[in-house]
């Protein structure tokens, strides 16, 4: 694997949290049990929801919510391109139909509400909204939306831990949100996800749905002598698993000041970037938001080759990456008649995503700001004339 001088992140877990996983595993006790149950009960204190059910992954969380939702065949459910597959595959394996509705603008790439309405008039039944980078997006402006509509929302909030808008976490505002512990995240352990909701009975049913439909779960077997136990729905193996439970938990602690690193970052590029003007961030969260930073993207100006910026940068030992390739143009999404969608398009061409990580070194984050210029002035000579 190349060893980049600035990689694009650098997941690490802290002496605390390799502990907590190693008296997780030490206990005996290695599939869901106490310390997941722990974690829901911080998770829901730390965000205000009512109900956190923690889950294998944020896809599992997505199609749990899918589920509970009724999501199904016949339905419509609208859903971004700009998002990773997660999003719109939870929705497809539902046997609905992904309805893919366009960006706001190529620094707000996050979902039009004023295209959700129109999707929602013709007949769509839900939203997943996607909390891009972290980023509230429109999201309030999509509650009222589908509210107006009798549309159920569910918020893809991987990217949000420690995101808050106007005084609630992201995941709060929708009928569910979805988190993730993945490796590449900013509450990142490796794998795992948690459900957010505030409907206790919807919440009940994700519980039962995580693990078999079973009535009892494997800890209220191994504490009483039950005679039998029912299967109550048709149900999956989404269970979480104690020792990384204790290992989410231990980095919670962290989140908020990890959040301030990421922010001090990001604010460091986007002071470099506003000098120069061939280079224009994503916009930043609302004046008055906590924010997880975790990403930072922007889009090169017109004329300016986006892939040979990232070679340039690359050269230099700085890794990049892309968010996303655009889902109505994959293989699996582009069938049907075809989708207009120019702003998600050029968002596409144009965007890079740069280095954040809360460890990032001085030295790294000068590299970087030193970098970008050259990069950008290789760009324009390597343009085709
Ligand atoms: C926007 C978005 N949604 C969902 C997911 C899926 O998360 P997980 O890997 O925890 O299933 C990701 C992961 O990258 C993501 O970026």
Avoid at 168 to 194: C, D, Q, V, W, Y
Wanted: hydrophobic share 40%; aromatic share 6%.
């Amino acid at each position: 694997m190349t060893e980049w001088i600035v990689p694009l992140a650098a997941p690490r877990l802290r002496d605390r949290e390799l502990q907590a996983l190693l008296d997780g595993y030490r206990s005996g006790w290695w599939t869901m049990g106490p310390r997941t149950e722990r974690l829901e009960a911080e998770m829901r204190d730390y965000t205000g929801a009512a109900e956190a059910v923690a889950v294998s992954s944020c896809t599992a969380a997505l199609h749990l919510a899918c589920l509970g939702a009724g999501i199904g065949p016949g339905d419509s459910v609208v859903v971004p391109s700009m998002t990773f597959a997660a999003t719109v595959n939870v929705v497809a394996s539902t046997g609905a139909r992904p309805v893919f509705a366009e960006i706001v603008s190529v620094t707000e790439p996050w979902l039009d509400p004023v295209a959700v309405e129109a999707e929602l008039n013709r007949g769509a039944t839900a939203v997943i909204s996607v909390a891009y980078g972290g980023h509230p997006g429109e999201v309030a402006e999509l509650v009222r939306v589908c509210k107006r509509h009798g549309a159920t929302l569910i918020e893809d909030v991987a990217h949000a831990a420690g995101s808050w808008h106007r005084g609630r976490h992201l995941g709060t505002l929708g009928r569910f949100g979805a988190l993730s512990f993945s490796a590449s995240k900013n509450l990142g352990i490796g794998e795992g996800g948690m459900l957010l909701s505030d409907d206790p009975v919807l919440a009940g049913a994700a519980r039962r749905s995580r693990w078999q439909g079973i009535t009892a779960s494997t800890a209220d077997r191994h504490d009483q002598p039950l005679s039998s136990y029912d299967v109550a729905a048709p149900g999956l193996n989404y269970r979480f698993d104690d020792p990384r439970a204790a290992a989410v938990s231990a980095r919670l602690g962290r989140l908020d000041r990890d959040n301030e690193d990421r922010a001090r970052i990001a604010g460091a590029y986007r002071d470099a970037l506003a000098g120069d003007g061939r280079m224009e961030p994503t916009a930043a969260p609302p004046p008055g938001d906590r924010n997880s930073h975790c990403m930072f993207t922007a889009v090169v100006a017109d004329g300016i080759d986006r892939d040979h910026v990232r070679v340039a940068l690359a050269e230099r030992g700085v890794q990049t990456s892309l968010h996303f390739p655009p889902l109505h143009l994959s293989t699996a999404y582009q069938a049907g008649p075809p989708r207009l969608l120019p702003m998600s398009e050029e968002y596409a061409r144009r965007s890079i995503t740069l280095p954040l990580f809360p460890e990032m070194e001085e030295s790294q984050l000068a590299l970087v700001l030193d970098s970008l210029p050259g990069a950008m002035d290789l760009a324009e000579r390597r343009r085709p004339a």
